[in-house]
């Protein structure tokens, strides 16, 4: 069973320029979940989406917004870069159970650099 | 702001050393208390999902407790070996379901 495919793996841009990364969830997967990574702050969470709907937002600008497709895969877009959004971008997928997250896959993740 | 906070934030031991961790987490509108385990250069990786208060699991030498009525789990490692090093990281699921908050991490290093 493949697992969460995130791309690009590396990449990096310069300020004000808009990046959009990709993430594959497990087949039969249908929520996926994405969350930032910096050294100062941790894993934070920036969105979730279910059926191609956003069920929560974390607390980050406008410039952050992501989609869900039907066939469950899904993007996230950061416009207007800045050098703080300099980070590891985590993808994960989950099987909800009950009411909950259940488990979370996480991808290999994707490192923006923002110089 | 809600706080989860792990501790300590970095552990050496020796291989074979017993060693746990501590997560605490807001008591209120509890759902879930996830462990997982970062290696280096890795995803990190699901250990536990647990919802019930007293709830105790295990993985081999891995295991968890919970405790929602104080707000803390505790994650023990028995016997350390040199592949368990890795980032532990605790993450709390409100009772909105659908979005973790992680703790900073408890850091792991076991020598050979």
Redesign the interface.
Known sequence: KAGVTQTPRYLIKTRGQQVTLSCSPISGHRSVSWYQQTPGQGLQFLFEYFSETQRNKGNFPGRFSGRQFSNSRSEMNVSTLELGDSALYLCASSLPSGGGAGELFFGEGSRLTVL | ILNVEQSPQSLHVQEGDSTNFTCSFPSSNF??L?W?RWETA?????LF?M?LNGDEKKKGRISATLNTKEGYSYLYIKGSQPEDSATY?C?W?N???????????TRLMVKP
């Open positions: 759902y879930a996830h997982y890795k995803s990190p990786e699901a999902v919802t990281l993450a699921e009772n909105a379901g659908n979005m973790l908050t992680f703790g900073g991490g």
